[in-house]
């Protein structure tokens, strides 16, 4: 029989977080049972659950940043054992028979991966995320979390942490390269982590000046404000990859403008709106415009073996569920430093 388990549940677009349960399926062959921890709170959760992006599945339970603990396994499971710190993402199925899928690259299905919350699995099943105490999930789509991230830190790696690592390594950047990281949010703060500790000379690139001891703390050598107009000019021809993880709009040819010769911009955040550009930036100097969407379930392994290697974790604000309302709207207003997780054994009351 199923299995129920405490949760928040938005009823509707826009609606506060309510206290609730919902049913957990039987532990499948290859199934393990997760007693969740944390739940990283994403931005992308909060476009869900009041509709940004859409039309959306209700009622829904947001949450693809998973930490906790394997409390059951199928018979069949060999990659899992009980007692496994383990983490879950943004998706929890995919085809696996695509040309994406056997190049392990999920994310990509042809058919259309199974998103961990807000979608359906290929039964047509309503899926639920993390603000949970628990979720059953196959175990190819499971992460082993390395001893060396605490669970709260390591939660927040399984969407900002993969998402800002794919782009920095599948364009290169390491020693001897220059990378400008857009922002200095969840995403933001991983991508300067991940950038330093590949070797890449980094800097940050935020509206104000007001994080840049944090942004010189975590990693980069240089921090300046796009307020400014001299910005720009001050840095022409410099970097080798901008990552923007910002939402807003951009002048796109700003930023270009700042690429060396076959340099990249790579867009890892969603900006609500078209954007535009001059294709004379471009062809200017063989620049590159591309976007990257986290990453696949042996990438995200990787990087969390990178992270754990390198003493990397999210900086997080544990909250309780009685606090997720009041966090949606901190993280609206850029008012966290820098993910907040919750606590779900709060959930229950």
């Not at 099943?125 to 082993?144: C, K, Q």
């Not at 590949?198 to 840049?212: H, I, M, P, Y």
């Not at 939402?247 to 700042?258: E, F, V």
């Not at 955040?269 to 471009?282: A, D, K, T, Y």
Request: one cysteine or more.
């Amino acid at each position: 029989m199923p299995t129920s388990v405490p949760a928040l549940v938005a009823a509707s677009a826009g609606a506060r977080f309510e206290r609730t349960t919902i049913d957990r399926r039987d532990v499948g062959e290859h199934d393990v049972r997760i007693d969740i921890a944390f739940a990283g709170i994403c931005h992308s959760d909060i476009h869900q659950a009041r509709e940004e992006w859409g039309a959306a599945i209700f009622p829904m339970v947001p949450g693809h940043e998973i930490a906790g603990t394997v409390v059951e396994v199928g018979a069949g499971v060999t990659r899992h054992r009980v007692g496994d710190r383990v983490g879950i993402g943004c998706f929890v199925d995919s085809c696996r028979t695509c040309e994406n899928c056997e190049a392990g690259e999920e994310q990509f299905c042809l058919k259309g991966n199974v998103a961990t919350y807000n979608g359906r699995d290929y039964s047509g099943d309503e899926t639920y995320g993390g603000y949970s105490t628990g979720i059953v999930a196959d175990e190819n789509y499971v992460l082993s979390i390395p001893d060396g991230i605490p669970l709260d830190a390591a939660a927040p790696l399984l969407c900002a942490g993969i998402t800002t690592y794919s782009p920095l390594k599948h364009w290169g950047a390491g020693p001897g390269t220059k990378v400008a990281v857009v922002g200095m949010g969840g995403l933001g703060h991983m991508g300067v982590k991940i950038a330093a500790a590949l070797g890449a000379e980094v800097t940050v690139l935020s509206q104000t000046l007001s994080k840049r001891d944090d942004g010189l703390r975590l990693g980069a050598t240089d921090y300046f404000a796009t307020s400014d107009p001299d910005t720009f000019p001050a840095n022409a021809r410099r970097f080798d990859l901008i990552l923007s993880t910002v939402s807003a709009d951009l002048d796109i040819d700003a930023y270009l403008s700042m690429l060396t010769r076959n340099g990249s911009m790579v867009f890892v955040g969603l900006p609500e709106n078209r954007q535009s550009l001059s294709v004379f930036s471009l062809v200017g100097g063989r620049r590159s415009l591309a976007g990257s969407n986290i990453g696949g379930i042996r990438e995200t392994q990787e990087m969390l073996d990178f992270c754990a290697a390198h003493g990397l974790g999210a900086d997080v604000e544990v909250v309780t569920a009685d606090g997720v309302n009041e966090a949606y709207e901190r993280v609206v207003a850029s008012d966290v430093r820098y993910r907040f997780v919750i606590d779900t054994s709060t959930i229950a009351g």
